[in-house]
């Protein structure tokens, strides 16, 4: 028997490797990889770029006009086989991993309107189902009837940790304190924000990963993904 094509929603607090999960998932089964962080990541550069922030605070009106000239798309790189993330036709995927983008974006994210516009895009990128997306609101409301849910979570010291190696693997400074504020900041405003905020949908499978090695949560992934697809 075919395995059933299905939508695969994880979601969780900041760095605790739902992409690294995500997109090793996607590829083992043929699936499609979405991160839908790296769309509120490319409208914050927008916002950065065209000086739309008074300190902390984002000048939404602003944001509001421009809006329909934010285009965020994806490419795959045929080398590394991963997708980049473009805005405005441009690659900006190692820009939107800086530590400025990351201590502006879920400022960017708690918008409504900017919500509205990029979970209508991860819809349509999901209609066909056979895709892997990660987030914070995949499964309770941009797929909130998606086949398999995951909700990762790890401890805040083990997450910034992680974060702080992926960084400097590539040539990235910023310091593990700097990255901890950043990552507990960020997991506050995603959890308390009125619109769409982090929350685990009440039928997503927890999984905390602090002391799992990426073989050990890719074999209990692949499990997950068996019994929702109809495989065993
Ligand atoms: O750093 P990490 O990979 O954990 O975060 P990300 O997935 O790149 O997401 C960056 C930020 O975008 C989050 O902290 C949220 O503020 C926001 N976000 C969101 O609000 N909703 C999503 N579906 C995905 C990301």
Known sequence: ??????????????????????????????????????MYRAVTLYCLRNDFFDGDTLRTDDLLQHLDEIEVSFVLNSET???????????????????????????????????????????????NKGIVMDGRDIGTVVFPDAELKIFLTAAPEVRARRRLAEMQAKGQTASYEEILRNVKERDRIDETREVDPLRRADDALLLDNSNLTLAQQDEWLMTQYRRAAGIE
């Open 1 to 38: 028997m075919q395995p059933r094509k299905i939508v695969i929603a994880i979601d969780g607090y900041a760095s605790c490797g739902k992409s690294t999960m995500a997109k090793e998932l996607a590829r083992k089964i043929g699936y499609i990889y979405i991160d839908s962080g790296a």
């Open 81 to 127: 086989g991963r997708p980049e993330t473009l805005l405005n036709g441009k690659n900006v995927e190692q820009e939107i991993r800086t530590l400025a983008v990351s201590e502006k974006v879920s400022i960017v994210a708690a918008v409504g309107f900017v919500r509205r516009k990029l979970v209508a895009l991860q819809q349509a990128l999901g209609k």
